[in-house]
């Protein structure tokens, strides 16, 4: 398969981490930013339009293309958030942001490209599910150089994962098995 990539390109990889079942019990009188949940990716445009609101400092910021960590890949599911703005992510949902200037337009289309292959990668019988690591081996070995960020990170803070690269930084490990549900 030819993928629309530059070689290396850097992506950090942001785990959603608010619970829907917890969204209720967040305190959201100061600042508050858009939930969102795997549900919303269907009808996503761009931009994270929901009712559902939670801390701000919880947030996430864009741009990123939404990929979901639980459930099944689907090409609906799979898509771009172009606005700058932050976004509180459910721990169902995983980011993709460029560390590097590289096309979000071209990201999504080497997920879409092989979709199948991405969609072999989620384990586990009742509700099938995507692990920080599965999910940066199945990048890494599609050419691109990944790294993981906690979720109300600002972007480039990520913390870089063992394997090689990713703008002349070497990589950290990290401490987690291939299919540990943690992750």
């Known amino acids: 398969l030819n993928f629309p990539v530059q070689p290396h390109a850097c ?3 942001v785990r959603g981490r608010v619970p829907v079942h917890q969204l209720s019990q967040l305190p959201t009188q100061d600042q508050s930013a858009p939930f969102l949940h795997t ?3 269907g009808s996503l445009v761009g931009r994270v339009e929901t009712n559902a609101q939670a801390p701000a400092r919880l947030a996430t910021k ?4 939404t990929v979901p960590r639980v459930g099944r890949a689907l090409e609906g599911h799979i898509k771009i958030v172009s606005s700058p703005e932050s976004v509180v992510l459910s721990d ?3 980011a993709l942001r460029s560390a590097d200037g590289t096309d979000l337009t071209s990201v999504r289309m080497s997920l879409l490209a092989d979709l199948g292959s991405l969609q072999a ?3 586990g019988g009742c509700a099938p599910y995507l692990t920080i690591r599965r999910l940066v081996d199945y990048l890494s070995a599609r050419g691109f150089c990944c790294h993981h960020v906690p979720a109300s990170s600002e972007p480039g803070q990520g913390l870089h994962l063992a394997g090689s690269r990713c703008g002349g930084r070497p990589r950290m490990e990290v401490q987690a098995s291939r299919d540990s549900a943690s992750g």
């Open 92 to 94: 169902c949902i995983f």
């Open 62 to 65: 864009g741009p990123f293309v």
């Open 11 to 13: 992506l950090e990889v």
């Open 39 to 41: 549900r919303d990716l």
């Open 121 to 123: 990668e989620y384990v």
